[in-house]
């Protein structure tokens, strides 16, 4: 059996470094491990269109930023096929026939829909689009038959319901869909990178994200602002390394290399972090420090973006090139499904 990649991202905004570190730096690993036969990396507009309904721009004039942070990180269309969910209908009508798979009280159980109805304050007024995003993810993990699937921490519970569609869609019908398996960040801290502000979620809604398109100028005001110990208040005192996240980001971001050449005063993290917990180091130095770190991390990129950025019609031709692919899999995908339920009437 072939060894396929289906992941992706809905394009509400361009991607931050919580994209980066959770998702984006394995997916471009795993591209260039060349230990796979297949990649498919999906623009989820249809499903970004589940809660942006009523501002349709929102979605369509993001298309392209998530394609260029895409290619800005190093996903290669040469190696990878990139498309927009919305140009493959196939996606849809698979759905169609999962949803006969699904009761409304599994979905109501599914810890990532309800955390996302409670950020969104949906309440009962729940688009049936939005709630069904379960099940819809399973259509387009399934479609491209992948066998692994990329994600942060907070979408475990989506591959899990995709899981259980395909073991009751394979012993209800035939054996045709692939059971895919989740990959996590190999770096425990970037599950999931809290924003600049200290919550637990980063968003550009929240305004507490640093994105992969910023400034330098801005990435530095950022981090100058980011959430520390709010009791530290004088250089002379013991600070807390839990819930401050300039910290945070140094377990994922700094290297020996960091240190080095721009704190060499000390040897490594642990010795930063002892020294901010005994007092005596103000949250200034550790924030200078975080913003090189993140200028050196995030420069390039930034840099390869601004190049891509000079030819959107490329970019265009691309995903068009990428959608037209990604319909040839998925259309195989639905007419074996199709065949196994039965319903090939004129085969």
Known sequence: MNK???T????TGPLHIGHFVGSLKERVRLQDSKEFDEIYIMIADAQALTDNYKDVSKVRNNIIEVALDYMAVGLD???SVIFIQ???PELCELTFYYMNLVTLARLRRNPTVKEEIKLRNFEENIPMGFFTYPISQAADITAFKATTVPVGEDQLPMIEQTREIVDTFNRLYKDTLVLPEAVLPNNKNSLRL??????AKMGKSLGNGIYLKDSEAVIKDKVMNMY????HLRVEDPGKIAGNVVFTYLDVFATPDHFKKYLPEYKDLAELKAHYEKGGLGDVKIKLFLNDVLQEVLRPIRERREELAKDPDKIYEILKAGSKKAQIKASITLKEVKEAMGINYFN
């Not at 809290?194 to 919550?199: A, N, R, W």
């Open 86 to 88: 919305s140009l493959i």
């Open 4 to 6: 396929i990649i289906l």
């Open 8 to 11: 992706g991202d809905r394009p």
């Open 228 to 231: 520390t110990d709010p009791n």
């Open 194 to 199: 809290p924003g600049t502000d200290g919550k």
């Open 77 to 79: 269309p040469s190696k």
